[in-house]
């Protein structure tokens, strides 16, 4: 069983940032694929980010790429999304994910087994 608990969200005015951290439970973390989510009202859960289980790879959404960056502590572990240049659109619930059953980053949210609570990202224009 992996707990995922994430913090960080709140409000933030157009163009700030926010770094969102994600805490898992589990002696294996360093072995789980990692990803990044968001859904807003009325929209599908989308896909923002995700990180290797060695860090070595990454991946991000069109939406997102060049300013938000996926990272990984195992020694602490943990995953973080740190935001850049937010936008109104960027306003979501967002989760974390964790992908136990291969060690390589998917978009897919099907491919992911654990997720976290979710923590709100409010975006003001």
């Known amino acids: 069983q992996v707990q995922l608990v994430e913090s960080g969200g709140g409000l933030v005015q157009a163009g700030g940032s926010l770094r969102l951290s994600c805490a898992a439970s589990?002696?294996?973390?360093?072995?789980?694929?990692m990803g990044w989510f968001r859904q807003a009202p009325g929209k599908e859960r989308e896909f923002v980010a995700a990180?290797?289980?060695?860090?070595?790879?990454?991946y991000y959404g069109d939406s997102v790429k060049g300013r938000f960056t996926i990272s990984r502590d195992d020694a602490k572990n943990t995953v973080r999304l740190q935001m850049n240049s937010l936008k109104p659109e960027d306003a979501a619930v967002y989760y974390c994910?964790?992908?136990?059953?291969?060690?390589?980053?998917?978009?897919?949210?099907?491919?992911?087994?654990?997720w976290g609570q979710g923590t709100q990202v409010t975006v003001s224009s």
């Open positions: 994910a964790a992908r136990t059953v291969d060690s390589g980053w998917s978009t897919s949210p099907f491919d992911y087994d654990y």
């Open positions: 589990g002696r294996t973390f360093s072995s789980y694929a």
């Open positions: 990180i290797s289980w060695n860090g070595i790879s990454t």
